[in-house]
T-cell receptor, first 117, second 116 residues
Framework: DAGVIQSPRHEVTEMGQEVTLRCKPI?????LFWYRQTMMRGLELLIY????????DSGMPEDRFSAKMPNASFSTLKIQPSEPRDSAVYFC???????????????FGPGTRLTVL | AQTVTQSQPEMSVQEAETVTLSCTYD???????LFWYKQPPSRQMILVIR??????QNATENRFSVNFQKAAKSFSLKISDSQLGDAAMYFC?????????????FGKGMKLTVNP
């Protein structure tokens, strides 16, 4: 079975440019998470969706960041305009949650390493 | 807010020996899940083991086992018969069981080196 798929694996861009990161969750999973990993702050949740609806976006740093999940098999994280401090590894993860039940284990994609010059 | 602390930033172990990685957490919840994730140089986050707080029995997965002390809010990972492939960053993580956010709260991680 395919795991969580992220693209691109590496992205190098210049300050001020728009960056779009993409994620395809594991088929059948209904929760999708975006995490960011930096040396200073470690791993932290940016936003997560359940059944394509954003549930917790308290970790989204500022208005330059936006995330969408137009359908159950695709999500994007967009940064516009990008800044050097956005350089990090961005992970997408997915899990399955039954209605009224506890969420299952989160499975991570390989991550996108973003470098903003 | 829940916090997870991994106080040892680095550890090393000889191949075939046993090593224990420590983790403490702070929560006011009574039901929750704890996880250990491994991140090798490939940076892929790989689930190692999971513990449900309401279960008193410590979880085990082959060479990996945990020592879960709920009252002390401690969750250590024991790796037996260490192998070179165990070298990685290890992250302890917490998640609520019911209600509220599903997010994982991670510790800062610990780098494990396995010496041949």
């Amino acid at each position: 079975d395919a795991g969580v798929i992220q693209s691109p694996r590496h992205e190098v861009t210049e300050m001020g440019q728009e960056v779009t990161l993409r994620c395809k969750p594991i088929s059948g999973h209904n929760s999708l998470f975006w995490y960011r990993q930096t040396m200073m702050r470690g791993l932290e949740l940016l936003i997560y969706f359940n059944n394509n609806v954003p549930i917790d976006d308290s970790g989204m740093p500022e208005d330059r960041f936006s995330a969408k999940m137009p359908n159950a098999s695709f999500s994007t994280l967009k940064i516009q305009p990008s800044e050097p401090r956005d350089s990090a590894v961005y992970f997408c993860a997915s899990s399955f949650r039954t209605s009224g039940g506890p969420p299952d284990t989160q499975y991570f994609g390989p991550g996108t390493r973003l470098t903003v010059l | 807010a829940q916090t997870v602390t991994q106080s040892q930033p680095e550890m090393s172990v000889q191949e075939a020996e046993t090593v224990t990685l420590s983790c403490t957490y702070d929560t006011s919840e009574s039901d929750y899940y704890l996880f250990w994730y491994k991140q090798p140089p490939s940076r892929q986050m790989i689930l190692v083991i999971r513990q449900e707080a309401y279960k008193q029995q410590n979880a085990t997965e082959n060479r990996f086992s945990v020592n879960f002390q709920k009252a002390a809010k401690s969750f250590s990972l024991k790796i037996s018969d260490s192998q070179l492939g165990d070298a990685a960053m290890y992250f302890c993580a917490y998640r609520r069981a019911q209600g509220g956010s599903e997010k994982l709260v991670f510790g800062k991680g610990m780098k494990l080196t396995v010496n041949p």
